[in-house]
Structure formats: C-alpha cells, structure tokens
C-alpha cells in the first residue's frame, strides 16, 4: 500500500492519496474524509458517493 500527500503552495497537507489494491485508489481530504477512487482497470473515477465522476484520474478534481 503506498500514499502520497497533497500540500499546497504553502506545505499545507491538503489531502492524501492511497493505493488499496491493484483495482483501487482512493483520495482522502485532509481531515481523512473519504472522497472518492479511481479504478485503472476500468479507467474511472468515482465521488464518495459513487458516482461516476469521468473516464480516467481525476481524484485530484474531488478535492474542494
């Protein structure tokens, strides 16, 4: 399992993204609120809902 933080301009952590398994990545805001995945076997992006968002890695777009 591996993550990789978000921080912006100023080194603030302002999200997380973690690989779950080969079929899930997942980001995280930066209270640790779920907010959705991507799947690169079916090439999507789901909200926290799971809605489809777009075809392809957009996790980054989930974060407000």
């Known amino acids: 399992m591996s993550t990789e933080i978000l921080r912006d301009s100023q080194g603030?952590?302002?999200?997380k993204?973690?690989?779950?398994?080969?079929?899930?990545?997942?980001?995280?805001?930066?209270?640790?609120?779920?907010r959705g995945c991507y799947n690169p076997n079916s090439n999507e992006t789901?909200?926290?809902t799971g809605r489809l968002v777009e075809k392809?890695?957009?996790?980054?777009?989930?974060?407000?």
Do not use: C, F, P
């Open 17 to 34: 993204i973690t690989q779950t398994s080969n079929i899930k990545i997942e980001i995280r805001d930066s209270a640790g609120r779920y």
């Open 12 to 15: 603030r952590m302002i999200g």
């Open 46 to 48: 789901r909200d926290n």
């Open 56 to 64: 392809g890695n957009l996790l980054t777009m989930l974060l407000d």
